[in-house]
């Protein structure tokens, strides 16, 4: 795919009239769907909940059935497929508190919010958004009196749901009073927002204001973005990344390889190519997790490393430093290579000490979607807490 030349970025005048998107829950609310596609819809959207805002589907190009943007927030019969759990990487595992996870010693993540600007069909936060559940918390006070509790956490995760999508007032009570505490220093959101309501950014002032205010010389504020696709990088999108930038705030992003959205080199290899010109560059591409719903966005691990491989290698510096890796229950699992017999692999982070940095070898596996489905070869390492040789069916 041949990149395009970057679009003009267009900053509001600051007597503009604020653009504010309209959010839908209901499929009745959506244009060209045909009353049958439809109905079939509603039958997925009872057991995984949809929900999407005009500024968005204004991206869709409907005369495509297989649009990659109509891929990621329309819903599609195969999610009812039997396939995954619901709690893929078992983080209840690490719930501390309501809405407190502390899975790696550094970093606790405070899940604060259950809403997005849309849902993505293939979240493996899904089971939040289903029931009433402890795993978030509005309320983040049991969270802080945990953080003053822990002084070897230095990192703090805001996340959900998307953070962005609560009042500026919330969300800038909660990271002042992170920076009461002394040994938080670095706060991360996990974001999606900017790609999809950029005017979110774009139209608060009081928002931009909180993040000048709190991301400084000393200590940054990071925004963990999540483009999945290059056509997410509209004009206004990168008119957002520019003002979090003016900011201070620091700008990666992350995301997940996607069946029918992002599973192709030329995507991916521009998708990373244009983020490194405005400023985001990709931090992770993420296997994505075996989760309930999600089998017909999911890849084989050999296959989705292969498209990553050749994406990367494509990029120099800033485009091509990603990793690849997978959010293990027993830790960040990094892919570092395959050939024609073996998976060479390594805890970039891990829950236990006795793994941590550890490479090992596995059989290559075609069939594999997910660290249990592996098997180490004879003589390697073999990491503690995981269930090697699982089906992968
Ligand atoms: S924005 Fe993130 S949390 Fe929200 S639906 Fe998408 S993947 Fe899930």
């Not at 079939?40 to 495509?64: C, T």
């Not at 990344?241 to 959205?261: D, K, T, Y």
Request: with cysteine; aromatic share 10%; proline share 6%.
């Amino acid at each position: 795919m041949v990149s395009q030349s970057l679009p003009v970025i267009v900053v509001p005048p600051a007597d503009a009239a604020p653009r504010r998107v309209k959010y839908l829950n209901s499929l009745d609310q959506l244009p060209n769907i045909s009353a049958e596609d439809r109905e079939l819809m509603k039958k997925v959207s009872e057991r995984y909940v949809f929900r999407a805002n005009d500024y968005y589907l204004r991206l869709i190009d409907w005369s495509d059935p297989k649009d990659p943007i109509r891929q990621l927030i329309i819903p599609r019969q195969e999610e009812l497929n039997d396939w995954g759990k619901l709690d893929a990487s078992n983080e209840a595992a690490n719930t501390v508190e309501s809405g407190v996870q502390h899975k790696y010693t550094d970093t606790v993540l405070l899940l604060c919010n259950e809403v997005c600007g849309a849902y993505c069909r293939y979240c493996f936060r899904k089971r939040l958004f289903m029931n009433d559940n402890e795993e978030v918390s509005k309320d983040v006070s049991a969270g802080l009196a945990y953080l003053r509790e822990h002084p070897e956490v230095s990192n703090v995760l805001l996340t959900g749901g998307d953070p962005l999508i609560m009042g500026t007032k919330r969300l800038s009570e909660i990271i002042g009073a992170l920076r009461e505490i002394d040994h938080v220093k670095i706060i991360r959101i996990g974001s999606k927002m900017p790609a999809f309501n950029p005017y979110r950014v774009l139209e608060d002032a009081e928002l931009r204001a909180t993040f000048r205010r709190y991301s400084t010389a000393e200590k940054r504020l990071y925004l963990m973005c999540h483009f999945d696709h290059p056509r997410e990088l509209t004009p206004e999108a990168r008119a957002g990344i520019a003002a979090l930038l003016e900011c201070g705030v620091i700008c990666v992003n992350q995301c997940p390889m996607i069946r029918g959205i992002n599973d192709d080199p030329d995507v991916l290899a521009e998708l990373f190519r244009e983020l490194s010109y405005i400023g985001c560059p990709q931090y992770y591409m993420f296997q994505g997790r075996p989760t309930a719903g999600n089998e017909p966005f999911e890849m084989p691990l050999v296959r989705a490393w292969e498209i990553f491989s050749d994406a990367v290698v494509r990029e120099s510096g800033l485009a091509g430093r990603a990793r690849f890796a997978m959010s293990h229950a027993s830790g960040k699992v990094e892919v570092l290579g395959v050939d024609d017999e073996r998976m060479y692999l390594r805890y970039h982070r891990s829950k236990y000490a006795e793994n941590q940095g550890k490479v090992f070898v596995c059989k290559r596996n075609d069939e594999a979607y997910w660290l249990d489905h592996l098997e180490p070869v004879a003589g390697s390492f073999v990491p503690t807490h995981v269930e090697f040789g699982q089906s992968a069916r």
